[in-house]
Structures are given as C-alpha cells and as structure tokens.
C-alpha cells in the first residue's frame, strides 16, 4: 500500500514563505496542504485543530538537524522558534535574522533568507524520504550502504555512497553529467562537473592550475568529431582519462551529456530519453575498454542524473537512472555498480526507492 504523498520543492518552499510571513500563531488560519502532506508523512497529527502544532514539531525538528550555529539561529529567528518570538511581528524577526549575519534587512531579505527558507524546505523534505526509507538507513555523510536489490529476475548489489566525488577511492570509471556542449561546469561552482573538473587538474606547487586535464581531453574530442561550439545529442557519452584522479585508483572519467540548457536562465533539462542513451552507451563503452585495463574495469559510478541542477526530484531522477539501469543489470556481467550523492535528500531518495530483493522464505517448521 502506498504511503503518504510528499509534496514537491516547490510546494514547500511557498508554504514555507507564508508560514514566515504569518507566523507560528497564526498557522490555523492559513491553508498549507502541502506542509499537511509534509507532516502526515513524518508520521504526525494532522487533523483540525492539530495540524498546526505538528508543523511546529516539524520545524523543530528541522532546526534540531540544522545543529546550531549561524544558520540554525538565523532560521530559528525567522520562523519565530527561538523562545519568546512566536508573536513577533515578521519584519522584527527578519531584523534579528539579519543581525546573526550582520547584514542589512534589505540585504538579508534578498539572498541569505531565501536561502534559509530553501534550505529548511529541503530538510523537510529529506526528513519525509527517511520517514518513507522505514529501515533503510541512511547512509551518513562520507559513509556507504550497500544493497541487494531486484533488477528483472536477478539479485544485484548496489553500493550508495553519500560523500563528495573528490574522496570516493577505488572506482574504475566515475560518471560524470555534462551539457550537450561538454563544457565542464566552471572550477568554482560545487556541481559534480565542477568537483571532477577540480579534482582531476594538474597544479604546480603554488596550487595553480597548469592542465585542465578533463575539459582539455573533451575539447580534443569535440575538435577531432567537428563538434566545436555545438550541441551533441543528449546521451552522448565521451570517456577521459582520469588525470589526478588517478592517485585514487580511479582509471577512466566517462562524460554523459544529459543536460540540455534551458534558453535565458542558468538552469538545464534532463530527459528521461537522454539518461536511457547515457547509461547505455557507459556500459557499452566499458565492456569495450574493459579489457584494455589490468585488471579489467569493473567497478562504475553513477550519479542521479538530474537531480542537481537538472531541477528534478530526486525521486524522479533516481526513477530515469532505474529505468536505464535495471535492463543493464538484469543480464549477468561483471559489474559492481555504484551510485554517488552529497545529499542528505537525494540519498533517502535512493535508499527508499530502489527495489530491494525480498528475502528468501522461512522454512517452515
């Protein structure tokens, strides 16, 4: 039977704006059906006359997760949690939000309390995906699980990873998402591009950049194929060596472009088309290499494509990711598949909706 619904981002982040702005004492007067859903997930009352003091809870619990600190205070001032601010006016407690940070109203209002309100948005909805996971645990940051999982007739294990690409060691082909140009996302921004890009650069000893060994060795590829300045299709996959990543055991870098730039914003699509071409082409192109390698490749390291700055759900992008990998694995081959995250949310995400086997029967007496 399925659980509760879980509302969208979204959702949660326009409620999360109006509980702001109304405060705790008036929550019985505003809709907020998608907080509702929130709380009914995470296993809490939510029928009238109790659905405000739930929510409540909730964001306690939120600021509990947060762990103190600038953010946790600044959030807690925000949404009137710190005793004796229930009643405050919003715009007072915008004023000592703002002191934590020793910002300006104006200047708080405008970036750091949307990200506040972003951030508490996907904490909540973390808190929902390990409600659903049940005893799935979730694995703790720089920590991995592994799972036994259906994939057609066969049982498989899946390795998930929550910790930055740079200090996962041993993966003979990382994975990597890129834009349909593969230019690799810019050296300072943290996306998974990024970090990769970062990571396998060469430097001198002052620290500066001497090769751009990933952006370089894809720019190689795209000159010898004439594809300079233009698209691929979505679902390309180009392999690089590994550069600096080579001094953590990983021996190939495989590029998927799935991301297609949405006009005029900063923001991409991901195609559930493009990530079943993506995967595909990994595993084809790693049994054509595999046996170039001693020992042959093996291991391959997935990330769910989309769910970063594709703007997916993270549900969604792990479902696109199954539908590509589960025919894949279905087939007996040599693989040990991984897939990799830094969020809390997106690793709930994938510990909950991957189908685990069922265990064999009991004998009977």
């Known amino acids: 039977m399925p659980g509760p619904a879980v509302p969208n981002l979204g959702e949660v982040m326009a409620e999360i704006r109006l509980v702001r702005e109304r405060g705790l004492l008036r929550l019985g007067q505003v809709r907020l059906p998608a907080l509702a859903s929130a709380v009914t997930a995470l296993g809490l009352p939510a029928a009238e006359g ?17 762990g103190g600190g600038t953010l946790g205070e600044a959030t807690a001032y925000t949404l009137g949690l710190v005793p004796g601010t229930r009643d405050w006016p919003a715009q007072t407690r915008r004023q000592r939000a703002a002191d934590v940070y020793g910002l300006s109203v104006e200047r708080f209002r405008k970036d750091r309390e ?80 990024a970090t990769l890009r970062n990571a396998a650069a060469r430097r001198a000893v002052t620290g500066e950049m001497v090769d751009d060994v990933l952006q370089r060795e894809l720019r190689e590829w795209l000159r010898a194929h004439g594809r300079e300045g233009m698209p691929v299709t979505p679902g ?22 799935t991301a297609v730039p949405r006009p005029g914003t900063d923001g991409y699509t991901v195609d559930p088309a493009a990530v079943l071409r993506a995967v595909r082409s990994v595993f084809a192109m790693a049994r054509a290499e595999r046996d170039r390698f001693g020992p042959p490749l093996r291991s391959l390291c997935f990330p769910v494509f989309g769910a970063g700055r594709g703007g997916l759900p993270p549900e969604t992008g792990l479902a696109y990711l199954w ?21 809390e949310r997106t690793a709930a995400a994938v510990v909950t909706g991957l189908p685990l086997a069922s265990p064999p029967p009991s004998p009977g007496p």
Request: net charge positive.
């Open 50 to 66: 109790l659905l405000a003091p739930s929510i409540i809870r909730m964001l306690e619990q939120v600021l509990e997760r947060l």
């Open 323 to 343: 539908a590509a990998l589960e025919p894949e694995l279905s087939v007996p081959g040599p693989w040990d598949v991984h897939l990799m995250t830094r969020k």
């Open 236 to 257: 390309t996959v180009v392999a690089t060596s590994p550069g600096e990543l080579a001094r953590q055991g990983v021996r190939r870098v495989y590029h998927a472009a």
């Open 114 to 193: 949307r990200l506040i309100l972003g951030h508490v948005a996907e904490t909540i909805l973390a808190l929902c995906a390990e409600a659903a996971a049940g005893g799935r645990d979730v694995p703790a940051v720089g920590r991995a699980r592994r799972l036994v999982v259906r994939a057609g007739d066969a049982d498989v294990t899946i390795t998930v990873h929550r910790a930055p690409v740079e200090t996962l060691r041993g993966m003979d082909v990382l994975v990597s998402s890129e834009n349909i140009y593969l230019e690799m996302a810019k050296t300072y921004r943290s996306s998974l591009s």
